[in-house]
């Protein structure tokens, strides 16, 4: 299910979807749709969007609730500092049922794929569950701007909820891919917004998946001229960066 709610700050917003819905933030998933910030006529505002239950959808959007509440281990502090949480240090291989069948299933899957690799555990947290592939084929399991790695991890994350874990997220990811994209992206956001403000005017970026929206939203909300929001329909949607006071 998809509801979404307003707040002044991403807090705000995320504590109403919180209490309203009567679930823990951990239970659903957080899509930025809109930030606004405060003008000399009007208040600043966030929309988002919540995901709930485990849809394709929720399940596709399993690294948007990591990142959104990695900052500690129910942490109510709203987005933390990165979506990879507690690297596992001297404890890489599986340890009980579940991360045994997550392993089993994720190197399984690849080399059916015909892409072999050694599936090992990234992080564990409450309710997160990182995985990493060890292989010479990472490249392609990567795929263009990530999308067959999203594919990957969200078979994962459907298969989790079929063994009776549809309350844990899964995390997929090989060779660093997550984290240097997410400093790609946040150098793309501030060259684009460098090319707004000088242009006084809009650039619309390709579709992204919601945390890689997500990211530019938040990248971009503090600077006081730059206004941003997502276009489209469907999982992949588009950001439009634009001059403040350009929109009417």
């Known amino acids: 299910m998809e509801y979404e709610f307003e707040g002044r700050t991403e807090k705000e917003a995320i504590d109403k979807a919180a209490e309203e819905l009567g679930l823990e933030k951990d239970d659903f998933d957080v899509e930025i749709l809109e930030t606004q910030k405060n003008g000399l006529f009007k208040k600043g505002f ?18 948007l609730s990591a990142r959104a509440f990695s900052g500690g281990a129910d942490s109510d502090e709203g987005p933390g500092a990165g979506y990879i949480g507690k690297t596992v240090f001297g404890e890489p291989e599986p340890q009980g049922d579940f991360e045994k069948k997550m392993t089993g299933f994720a190197a399984g899957l690849i080399e059916r794929m015909g892409y072999p690799g050694k ?23 990567i795929g263009k701007k990530g999308k067959n790695l999203d594919a990957l991890q969200l078979l994962l994350n459907i298969y989790a909820g079929r063994i009776g874990k549809e309350d844990v997220r899964v995390i997929l990811d090989t060779e660093n891919y ?17 090319k ?49 006071g350009l929109r009417q």
């Open 178 to 194: 997550r984290i240097r994209r997410e400093e790609s992206l946040v150098r793309l956001a501030y060259n684009v917004a460098e």
């Open 46 to 63: 966030v929309r988002i969007r919540v995901h709930t239950g485990n849809s394709s959808a929720s399940a596709g959007n399993s690294y």
């Open 196 to 244: 707004v403000r000088e242009t006084r005017g809009s650039v619309l970026l390709e579709p992204m998946n919601p945390f890689d929206r997500w990211l530019i939203h938040t990248t971009l909300n503090d600077i006081s001229d730059v206004e941003t929001k997502s276009e489209g329909d469907g999982l992949y949607k588009q950001v439009r960066v634009f001059y403040k």
């Open 119 to 141: 599936v090992s555990v990234l992080f564990r947290e409450k309710r997160k569950l990182g995985l990493k592939i060890d292989s010479e084929h990472s490249s392609i399991l």
